[in-house]
């Protein structure tokens, strides 16, 4: 309805404001930890979500350089980590700074602050992702979820990926998000087992995609010894999340503020103004 539109556009302003009040004025002095998940979890809740975005962040900037490098289709702009990393940077930082309790709001909240960031196909590609993965724990109604259900929102949020782009391409970041996301085993019924399963699952996709992914006839990934950079992006935010889990990643490192860079704004990781979410192939 009309009405909805007004009030949803009225939710992306303000959201929109509190993301640029984060960019240029907030600074993250310490990473509390909101969620310890090292511990075992069996309930997912705003506060697991929120500390999950920001180990995703974390690695995904340790790694941006190399998807960067390995930047091959659809054009070879070396900027896949730059735009991955701008869709969540700003985001997880908003999200960290004020965690909402419930799963529904803080999944809402950080999938309209990556509809703004979200630019450049991996970008666009990445805000996709978490937008369906909101709508599906939305559904859900409930403040904290349990595993099993979360896994099957990721799942139906790795269907939509069919969807994310007019004209899908195998062996890009839509194909291995679907294929990963999908019926992952989770009958541990812990966050790190089924974490652990999923990372496994889209290790694999990713290792598919130079065999998968033809231009005009050519395997493109194949010829330059790469896997495509945008599915590796993808597959380095599970990563990052599992190594949270298993305590490899220091979420209360001081030295992690630093390498994540949220305390200070990266040059070369400025949202473009009037940011159109165009994606290309």
């Not at 900027?79 to 700074?97: A, H, W, Y």
Request: aromatic share 6%; glycine share 6%.
């Amino acid at each position: 309805s009309i009405n909805d539109e007004e009030e949803f556009e009225k939710y992306l302003a303000e959201r929109n404001a509190l993301v640029e009040k984060t960019r240029s004025v907030q600074k993250i002095e310490k990473l509390e930890l909101l969620s310890d998940l090292t511990k075992e979890i069996t309930m997912v809740d705003g506060y697991a979500y929120t500390q999950m975005t920001m180990a995703a962040l974390i690695f995904l900037t340790e790694k941006k350089n190399h998807l960067n490098v390995t930047n091959v289709f659809p054009i070879p702009d070396g900027d896949t980590g730059n735009n991955m990393c701008i869709c969540l940077k700003n985001p997880v930082k908003t999200l960290f700074l004020d965690p909402p309790k419930s799963i529904v709001q803080a999944s809402r909240n950080f999938a309209a602050d990556v509809l703004i960031y979200g630019q450049g196909n991996s970008g666009t590609i990445l805000s996709h992702f978490y937008i369906s993965l909101s709508r599906e724990i939305g559904k859900l109604g409930k403040d904290e979820i349990t595993v099993e259900e979360y896994a099957a929102a990721i799942s139906a949020a790795g269907v939509s990926m069919q969807n994310a782009v007019s004209n899908m391409v195998e062996g890009t970041m839509c194909s291995v998000a679907r294929d990963c996301c999908q019926n992952v085993d989770c009958t541990g019924k812990t966050l790190e087992s089924f974490v652990t399963n999923w990372y496994a699952k889209a290790a694999e996709e990713l290792a598919k995609t130079p065999d998968q992914l033809q231009v005009d006839g050519k395997f493109i990934l194949k010829e330059a010894g790469v896997v495509d950079s945008g599915a590796a992006g993808f597959v380095f935010i599970i990563e990052g999340i599992l190594k949270a889990i298993k305590g490899e990643l220091k979420m209360d490192d001081p030295s992690i503020i630093m390498a994540a860079k949220l305390g200070s704004e990266d040059l070369d990781e400025k949202l473009t103004k009037d940011v159109e979410h165009i994606v290309e192939g």
